[in-house]
């Protein structure tokens, strides 16, 4: 069965600290792609990778960076976390238009 | 600009009844939909989906009603359980150009029993 784990579930972070969110693949996918969730909001896309060792800006990319140092693993970094970052994070993945698979979610908060 | 519109943040149906989810769209290029359902604590995980060359789309309890004409399609989730408290996410993508989907912001399903 396809899988996503996120880590970790949950962080709490200082403003002004760097934070980073790892994900990690077993599907054997192209693509990887980190959103965020926000009531209201739904799902926003925030980076997202076709192939290691190279990142694409999604919708929201201001105050993230990413990473893709292999196929399976894809990481979220906020350099200088601020308040407004505070939400839940989800990494998916999938081949190209097909079924996103996503993980648990990270639960982040920023004080 | 919201390309794809849920209209309600929120719906509460008796057990049994059917909950009609509805969604719309304003980019014609989107040929995509598929529905999306997350349970408190996980990700979303896909339910169902329909291609725009079709009108209706069928699984189980699960229904897709599509109106290409109108720009809009419904989710009709027949005899609600309980389980089915749930938020569930439109989405829609183009196959064609950038193929990236766009979700809706979310209905919160509640089935009371």
């Known amino acids: 069965e396809a899988a996503v784990t996120q880590s970790p579930r949950s962080k709490v972070a200082v403003t002004g600290g760097k934070v980073t969110l790892s994900c990690h693949q077993t599907?054997?996918?192209?693509?990887m792609y980190w959103y965020r969730q926000d009531t209201g909001h739904g799902l926003r896309l925030i980076h997202y990778?076709?192939?290691?060792?190279?990142?694409e800006k999604g919708d929201i990319p201001d105050g993230y960076k990413a990473s893709r140092p292999s196929q399976e693993n894809f990481s979220l970094i906020l350099e200088l976390a601020s308040l407004s970052q505070t939400a839940v994070y989800f990494c998916?993945?999938?081949?190209?238009?097909?079924?996103?698979?996503f993980g648990a979610g990270t639960r982040l908060s920023v004080l | 600009q919201q390309q794809v519109r849920q209209s309600s943040q929120s719906l509460t149906v008796w057990e049994g009844e059917t909950a009609i989810l509805n969604c719309s769209y304003e980019?014609?290029?989107?040929?995509?939909f598929p529905w999306y359902q997350q349970f408190p604590g996980e990700g979303p995980a896909l339910l169902i989906a329909?291609?725009?060359?079709?009108d209706k789309k069928e699984d189980g309890r699960f229904t897709i009603f599509f109106n290409k004409r109108e720009k809009n399609l419904s989710l009709h989730i027949k005899d609600s359980q309980p389980g089915d408290s749930a938020t569930y996410f439109c989405?829609?993508?183009?196959?064609?150009?950038?193929?990236?989907?766009?979700f809706g912001s979310g209905t919160q399903l509640t089935v009371m029993p």
């Open positions: 990778s076709y192939v290691a060792d190279s990142t």
């Open positions: 599907n054997n996918h192209d693509y």
């Open positions: 329909i291609r725009s060359v079709s």
């Open positions: 998916a993945s999938n081949d190209r238009g097909d079924t996103l698979y």
């Open positions: 980019n014609s290029a989107f040929d995509y």
């Open positions: 989405a829609a993508s183009a196959s064609s150009g950038s193929w990236q989907l766009i």
